[in-house]
């Protein structure tokens, strides 16, 4: 009888310890300077879906500082991310800008924009590393002056 407990508490001891070795990161929290926010700074949430580990998906959503820091702008988007550690990126942002207009008449208008995005990632699964550069040519962008005028942009954050 005692064998047999023995030989129960290792193998659950070995189960236990082959699926807690690796830990699965599939949340990202970052700092964006420019990117989803166009001439802003933001705070962004990553979700990733990792079919295989060469071929990444992700979705994410956020909040950027736009109008001199003082306004709120949320964003949301969708990337593809093809390698394992350093990974090239392709994917899209759809931005709110809230225009509010204090006075007699409040008024809040919502001006919308569309992005797409190609760049650079390095990941560090191990120790939960993010970093990101990427290329941003907006389309349909909230003022006149900002469209077709491609800009770039740059994430630092933690995946856990």
């Known amino acids: 009888m005692k064998k047999k ?6 193998s659950l001891f070995l189960c236990f310890t082959i699926y807690g070795q690796e830990k699965d990161r ?13 001439v802003g700074v933001g705070i962004g949430y990553e979700r990733y879906f990792k079919p295989k580990p060469i071929l990444r998906f992700a979705a994410r959503g956020g909040l950027g500082l736009v109008e001199s ?10 990337s593809v991310m093809i390698g394992k550690n ?3 990126e392709i994917g899209f942002n759809f931005l709110i800008n809230p225009d509010i207009e204090e006075g007699e008449d409040f008024e809040v ?10 760049g650079l990632r390095y990941q560090n699964f191990t120790d939960g ?4 550069i990427f290329f941003v040519p907006p389309f349909g962008a909230f003022e006149p002056s900002y469209i077709y005028i491609p800009y770039g942009g740059l994430s630092i954050g933690y995946i856990f």
Not at 5 to 10: K, T
Not at 26 to 38: F, I, Q
């Open 5 to 10: 407990l023995l030989v129960l508490l290792v």
């Open 26 to 38: 599939k949340n990202a929290l970052y700092l964006e300077g420019l990117g989803a926010t166009v």
């Open 69 to 78: 820091f003082t306004q709120l702008s949320p964003h949301a988007g969708a």
């Open 86 to 88: 350093l990974s090239f």
């Open 109 to 118: 208008e919502m001006d919308t924009a569309f992005q797409t995005l190609a």
């Open 129 to 132: 590393f993010l970093f990101r």
